[in-house]
């Protein structure tokens, strides 16, 4: 069974910049045509996709975030990283990684980790 | 990134139907088979019910079904249970990419 678990500090200084990481058990991350993706959602509102990247590599991010993102996979840990820049209180939510096994088009997340909050104050 | 359209809430008594819209444009829903719903209980992460417009998701109960008509895709709840209160989210392949969202759903039972 796949499992999937966020971990990382749950408060962030405003100007700094955010580290999640995903580590998953029950699957490789390099294997099989899986992208690797993170999602936040601020309290009382809908969900946000941030980015993913998919085990050869290739990486999309959300144009509205993308200048701030970066997301990488760590396949001798098997779990994959968010790293979010020059943070503000706007980016306070609860983050979520999960698994696309839509091989690319299809917006199939078949497995989600249980969440982190993450507060940005100072 | 709300770019696809659900209505706020709907509701419906134990063992009605129920149906949540999902709107978009030819360049998403309209454009191709690839849309997925998810349902969310409170302080929970989404669970994926519905992918690639009508297949459920391994596990998901058969009271769940998927269509699509033109720019527009639906989700059913048939024989709505106490337990189907939740939120439920749509999402689709965009060729602007890669993905839109709906700003999503919450479902009352009454």
């Known amino acids: 069974q796949v499992q999937l678990q966020e971990s990382g500090p749950g408060l962030v200084q405003p100007s700094q910049t955010l580290s999640l990481t995903c580590t998953v058990s029950?699957?490789?991350?390099?294997?099989?045509?899986?992208?690797w993706s993170w999602f936040r959602q601020p309290a009382g509102k809908g969900l946000e996709w941030i980015g993913r990247?998919?085990?050869?590599?290739?990486?999309n991010y959300n144009p509205s975030l993308k200048s701030r993102v970066t997301i990488s996979l760590d396949t001798s840990n098997n779990h994959f990283s968010l790293k979010l820049s020059s943070v503000t209180a706007a980016d306070t939510a609860v983050y979520y990684c999960?698994?696309?096994?839509?091989?690319?088009?299809?917006?199939?997340?078949?497995?989600w980790g249980k969440g982190t909050t993450v507060t940005v104050s100072s | 990134q709300s770019a696809l359209t659900q209505p706020a809430s709907v509701s419906g008594s134990p063992g009605q139907s129920i149906t949540i819209s999902c709107t978009g444009t030819?360049?998403?829903?309209?454009?191709?088979?690839?849309v997925s719903w998810y349902q969310q209980h409170p302080g929970k992460a989404p669970k994926l019910l519905i992918y690639?417009?009508?297949n459920r998701s391994s596990g998901v109960s058969n009271r769940f079904s998927g269509s699509k008509s033109g720019n527009t895709a639906s989700l059913t709840i048939s024989g709505l249970q106490a337990e189907d209160e939740a939120h439920y989210y749509c999402?689709?392949?965009?060729?602007?990419?890669?993905?839109?969202f709906g700003g999503g759903t919450k479902v009352t039972v009454l």
């Open positions: 990247i998919h085990a050869g590599g290739n990486s």
């Open positions: 999402i689709s392949y965009t060729n602007s990419g890669p993905w839109v």
């Open positions: 999960a698994r696309d096994s839509g091989g690319g088009s299809s917006p199939y997340m078949d497995v």
């Open positions: 690639e417009v009508s």
């Open positions: 030819s360049s998403d829903i309209g454009g191709y088979k690839y």
């Open positions: 029950g699957a490789s991350i390099s294997s099989g045509n899986y992208y």
